[in-house]
């Protein structure tokens, strides 16, 4: 991995190339440099980044907060539709900004007002989403406690579940989804915990946790991808 700055007047361009992963401790090497140097506006360009998982997600999280909590902004640029999955499994999407143009990752800096608005409205399209799962940890453990809480965001690649009941990061979870519809029975589905939120990072999503979806049979990953196809068309109109 490989990250090179260049400057577009007082802002930062980050061009990242190669993966990221727990390892690429340069961004954060990076990002702290240009802090240092005053340079707080800053845009994280990863259009030839070719893999992130989820110990790189948490890197990229450290380099935005040290950012925010400098008085300083970073948006993301030319972010890989893999990548924007895993933002939306841990609902990094409500707080990062992403961009498909350099120009309006640039602008963006000087329209902060109308930022805001699109980000307001992005988080309240997501009420909509009201679906229940009982899950538990998966262990040879007699009896294992079962929790019922709310999930806030669903896609085929995983849930993010609101709740203060979370396991450490890498804990199997035996999950229960109930989907709306007539008729549906309750899905049974493996995961894992990817992702526990920072309460200063994402206070809209504390306290909670990310769990990808593993091993999922494919009849589960079709009713689910139903569902969110479904979904989506269903609230396209409070845009229109």
Request: glycine residues 8%; hydrophobic residues 45%; proline residues 4%.
């Amino acid at each position: 991995m490989a990250c090179r700055i260049r400057d577009a007047g007082s802002i930062s361009i980050v061009d990242v190339e190669g993966s990221i992963d727990i390892n690429s401790s340069d961004i954060v090497e990076t990002v702290g440099w240009l802090i240092n140097s005053g340079r707080l506006k800053v845009v994280f360009n990863l259009e030839n980044v070719d893999m992130v998982d989820y110990g790189g997600l948490s890197v990229i999280a450290i380099a935005y907060k040290n950012v925010i909590n400098h008085s300083g902004k970073m948006k993301f640029l030319h972010v890989p539709l893999p990548v924007l999955e895993l933002f939306k499994v841990v609902r990094l999407d409500l707080v990062f900004e992403c961009y498909a143009d350099e120009a309006a990752a640039l602008g963006s800096f000087i329209e902060e007002t109308e930022v805001n608005r699109m980000l307001l409205r992005r988080r309240f399209k997501r009420i909509g989403i009201h679906l229940k799962v009982r899950y538990r940890l998966d262990s040879a453990q007699t009896n294992p406690a079962l929790f019922e809480e709310e999930v806030l965001n669903i896609s085929a690649s995983g849930i993010y579940i609101s709740t203060k009941h979370t396991f450490p990061i890498n804990s199997p979870l035996v999950l229960e989804l109930n989907l709306p519809g007539e008729g549906m029975r309750p899905l049974s589905v493996h995961g894992r915990v990817v992702w526990l939120p920072d309460q200063e990072l994402q206070p809209h999503s504390y306290p909670g946790m990310g769990v990808a979806f593993d091993h999922v049979s494919r009849e589960a990953e079709g009713m689910i991808v139903d569902f969110v196809d479904k979904n989506i068309t269903h609230r396209a109109g409070w845009d229109e």
